[in-house]
């Protein structure tokens, strides 16, 4: 079962949709910084941006990627990041291009204004990523902070619903998803993204409040989808749907201690206290 939890306080997310230019570090880091800052102003206290937001997705090769992965936590990008939490007193997740010790991960980092926090390296590896990053070897942790206990998912993670469940059990509240959605076969583009129902469907089953921070654009022929969301530990969402091609901030409020009484859907029934672990483990 879940750990008890006593985060009984509201959290303002903010989910960053913008375009990262691919090979443009300094610029992307700019341009988050930017972003980052209005976020705060408008008061987020946690904020998500989308997967390699420093780096951009579509790689040419293997060379490209050594050029612009850098370590975690001690590289440029991170140590930016972790000097804007700083200053401004909130938790950042971000997803970043990760080389440690010659081997390339697609990663998330979280910091705070105690700095660096943790990393998680994406487990489940969409199409030609395979033939660039190593797959995830950190597991799904879960980080206890201020704010709450905060897990995090990476794009095509969100395709496996054992990433939610295990989060949960493992006592994670919130879910930060950055990530760079493609359109998926055989769907009409003028549906519901296919990312949208399975996150809403993960926050419902799970009781965790999930927020989705997506990128828009075009990269070297591969488009990307937007419509990054925050959504309530019911599965409903709090913000967004966002459009599908421009940049956007989505603003939400939550309480993570709310994962508790979310779960019971009335005086009989509770998502947890129902699962057959007699039968299925």
């Not at 691919?22 to 972003?35: K, P, S, Y």
């Not at 997705?57 to 612009?68: G, H, I, K, P, Q």
């Not at 990393?119 to 902070?145: A, C, I, Q, S």
């Not at 309480?255 to 009989?268: A, I």
């Amino acid at each position: 079962m879940p750990f008890e939890t006593n985060h009984a306080h509201s959290v303002t997310i903010a989910c960053i949709q913008y375009e990262p230019k691919i090979g443009e570090v300094e610029a992307n880091l700019n341009a988050i910084e930017e972003r980052v800052r209005e976020a705060h102003a408008k008061g987020a206290q946690l904020i998500v941006l989308p997967e390699l937001a420093n780096s951009g997705y579509v790689f040419d090769s293997a060379e490209e990627l050594a050029s612009l992965a850098q370590p975690i936590p001690d590289g440029l990008s991170a140590q930016r990041l972790i000097a804007l939490a700083s200053e401004m007193d909130i938790y950042i997740v971000s997803g970043l291009a990760e080389v440690s010790s010659g081997v390339f991960y697609n990663s998330a980092m979280l910091c705070g204004p105690e700095g660096y926090i943790g990393t998680y390296r994406k487990m489940h590896l969409w199409y030609r990523e395979n033939l660039f990053f190593e797959k995830g070897d950190l597991g799904l942790p879960v980080f206890d902070t201020p704010l709450g206990r905060i897990g995090i998912a990476i794009c095509y993670d969100g395709w496996f619903p054992e990433t939610f469940r295990e989060l949960a059990i493992k006592g994670a509240e919130v879910i930060c998803v950055p990530t760079n959605w493609v359109p998926m076969p055989d769907q009409d583009p003028e549906t519901e993204a296919m990312s949208n129902i399975l996150h809403k469907a993960a926050a419902h089953s799970n009781g965790l409040f999930i927020a989705c921070a997506d990128r828009v654009g075009i990269e070297r022929g591969q488009p990307f989808i937007g419509q990054s969301l925050i959504l309530d530990a019911t599965g409903w969402p709090l913000a967004g749907p966002a459009s599908r091609a421009g940049e956007e901030i989505l603003y939400a409020e939550i309480t993570p201690s709310d994962v508790l009484s979310k779960r019971r859907l009335n005086e009989f029934n509770d998502k947890f206290g129902d699962r057959r672990t007699d039968v299925y483990g």
